[in-house]
């Protein structure tokens, strides 16, 4: 069975209210009072009607969330009973200052206004019915401004939660937008590379058709040579079922494939070129002994280090210098794009689309790719792709 814990914990604070109201109901009897040198002509001795009342002006509290102007209302006139009897005001101020608190804040500012006078004028009955005490205006007045701090602190409270929900929706509402943006980004990335890899399988089968043909031709006379014709055939075979598996998780696109052929690790140094002539120092250094890529990955590798250097080109700021560095590894081709900048802002972090594409496309070939700023400042892009069948 499920329990409401906000009706649970408000009964328990009616039950504890109701409690210690009646305990300084028992104590402020007239005897005490008049001992402190108060006048108490007309009050009434504590009873069991007396403490009733009260019990039943603290009852409403377990309804303060729920319906906290009604629970006022309510808890009013067993107080009003109080002063007209004779048994003395405030014996369930303090439930009502609950009440009232409750009602500022859970509702709006009509309603809590509406509560604010309730209250005012159920004291001014209880001080004018009542027994004649020594209550002078300036007691009034400290009542009159309890009753607003205590009205003023719901309110605040509410305030404060209305903000509070204000920034969460907010935050919820950006979240969403640059979720919905980033699914975009990947989405156009996955369409481009799809483009780009038709290109490379439609070339590894135009290959596997020319020397299919050349082997047919040379078969009866020069068996060798066909053999030659037909191991090359099997390895680019396979080079075309790897690209086909890669892209079949991302191909989807009604677009035409762009023509001519595609840029790779080779065009390297003419865009490192190109980043000199817009305005970034930029240094290419290659480590290793170069050796023939897959095609997938010599494209994937190229626009890396290009969606790097145009990073560093519009965030590095002025007078930072960027370095390729590209290792060719046993098993592995390692590319790095590092600069020395630290932008307009002074921050090294960077963010963008073309980043969220680079990732995509690492991911693709199963490589790993680092994005970040680097320990002795700047910022840097880092991929290592993994290359099989001896490349």
Request: net charge neutral; charged share 20%; with cysteine.
């Amino acid at each position: 069975m499920r329990i409401d814990r906000s009706r649970l914990h408000d009964t328990v604070l009616a039950g504890v209210v109701a409690a210690a109201s009646v305990a300084l109901f028992l104590l402020n009897g007239p005897d005490r009072l008049q001992a402190e040198g108060l006048t108490v002509e007309g009050m009434r001795d504590p009873d069991p009607i007396g403490a009733a009342l009260v019990v039943l002006a603290c009852a409403p509290v377990a309804l303060r969330r729920r319906w906290p102007l009604r629970a006022l209302c309510l808890g009013a006139v067993p107080e009003a009973l109080l002063g007209v009897l004779g048994y003395g005001t405030g014996s369930s101020s303090l439930a009502g200052l609950v009440l009232l608190y409750s009602v500022a804040a859970h509702r709006g500012l009509a309603v809590a206004l509406c509560g604010l006078l309730i209250s005012l004028t159920t004291y001014a009955l209880d001080a004018a019915a009542g027994p004649a005490q020594a209550a002078s205006w300036s007691e009034h007045v400290v009542v009159a401004m309890v009753l607003l701090a205590a009205w003023g602190a719901g309110r605040s409270l509410r305030l404060r939660r209305a903000y509070l929900e204000e920034l969460r929706d907010r935050a919820d509402r950006l979240e969403r937008a640059h979720a919905a943006d980033t699914r975009a980004a990947r989405a156009e990335e996955r369409s481009r590379i799809a483009r780009e890899l038709h290109d490379v399988v439609a070339h590894h089968v135009s290959v596997m058709t020319v020397q299919a043909a050349a082997a047919r031709r040379v078969l009866a006379s020069d068996p060798d040579l066909a053999r030659e014709a037909l191991s090359a055939i099997e390895h680019t075979g396979r080079l075309a079922m790897t690209e086909m598996r890669n892209i079949v998780g991302v191909l989807r696109t009604d677009a035409r494939a762009e023509l001519g052929p595609q840029p790779g690790m080779q065009d390297l140094p003419l865009l490192v070129e190109q980043m000199r002539e817009a305005g970034l120092p930029t240094r290419l250094l290659v480590e290793g002994e170069p050796r023939p890529l897959p095609a997938g990955v010599d494209l994937a590798a190229y626009r890396l280090v290009q969606e790097g250097l145009t990073n560093s080109l519009r965030h590095a700021g002025s007078g930072a210098e960027a370095v390729v560095t590209v290792r060719h590894e046993p098993g592995e081709l390692d590319v790095e794009v590092a600069d020395d900048g630290v932008g307009a802002s002074g921050l090294p972090a960077r963010t963008g689309h073309g980043l969220v594409g680079i990732r995509e496309r690492v991911a693709l070939y199963g490589g790993i790719l680092s994005i970040g700023p680097l320990p002795g400042g700047g910022f840097g892009v880092r991929a290592r792709f993994p290359l099989k069948d001896g490349q």
